[in-house]
């Protein structure tokens, strides 16, 4: 419904290892990529998914002036974030810097099980990210953040209690590309579908 530039609508979380192929706009994701959520965004809380795009400034103010001359961006982030609701271990373990889940089957009297280990180690995984819902240029028409690399850094605390679900809160913070083909795509890039494919 117009005005599609003003979106209002879920976005979907993928993962894949580094160096995957991220799809065509208009296809759906495929190979090694795994979806955030057993179910997708049925699975997230209302608050959605948050794209922050942080820096630190320095600026140059010289003595005989009140304001700054000049700027310098000396750091700057890109983070995606989502509360999951989804508690089954196989999300839980990318909350957790993609621990191993070991299955042991069902035996005579005794019940088969999966287990994860809590603790993550020294070493960081890191993920292709792909961020997917809709465009700004017409209805139909798909969207996609694709960020080569990125590590999960939030601090999930889910809590166990009655009458809410349980959230595992995930933040996936980017890291550089250093293969990229532009400064500009160093985090990654954002594709926009506006037209439809020709016949």
């Not at 209302?46 to 600026?59: F, N, P, R, Y």
């Not at 009297?109 to 020294?122: D, E, R, V, W």
């Not at 292709?128 to 969207?143: D, F, N, P, T």
């Not at 809160?169 to 990229?180: G, I, Q, R, V």
Request: net charge negative; aromatic share 8%; with cysteine.
């Amino acid at each position: 419904m117009e005005p599609y530039e003003i979106i209002g609508a879920p976005f979907t979380l993928w993962l894949a290892p580094v160096g995957e192929a991220f799809p065509l706009i208009d296809a759906a994701p495929a190979g090694n990529w795994i979806k955030v959520g057993t179910n997708g965004d049925r699975n997230y809380s209302d608050d959605g998914v948050t794209v922050a795009h942080s820096q630190s400034l320095e600026k140059a103010r010289p003595v005989g002036s009140t304001g700054p001359v000049k700027a310098w961006r000396t750091e700057e982030d890109l983070m995606i974030r989502l509360s999951l609701w989804d508690m089954t271990l196989e999300q839980y373990a990318k909350a957790l810097n993609d621990v191993e889940i070991t299955t042991t089957a069902a035996g005579s009297g005794t019940a088969g099980f999966k287990a994860m280990g809590l603790s993550q180690g020294q070493e960081v995984t890191t993920y292709a990210l792909l961020v997917r819902g809709i465009s700004a240029y017409g209805g139909g028409y798909a969207a996609q953040y694709e960020v080569p690399r990125c590590y999960q850094s939030g601090n999930p605390e889910p809590v166990l209690t009655k009458g809410k679900p349980a959230a595992l809160d995930l933040e996936f913070t980017a890291l550089e590309d250093l293969s990229a083909s532009s400064d500009a795509e160093r985090f990654g890039r954002l594709v926009m579908q506006h037209q439809a494919p020709l016949a």
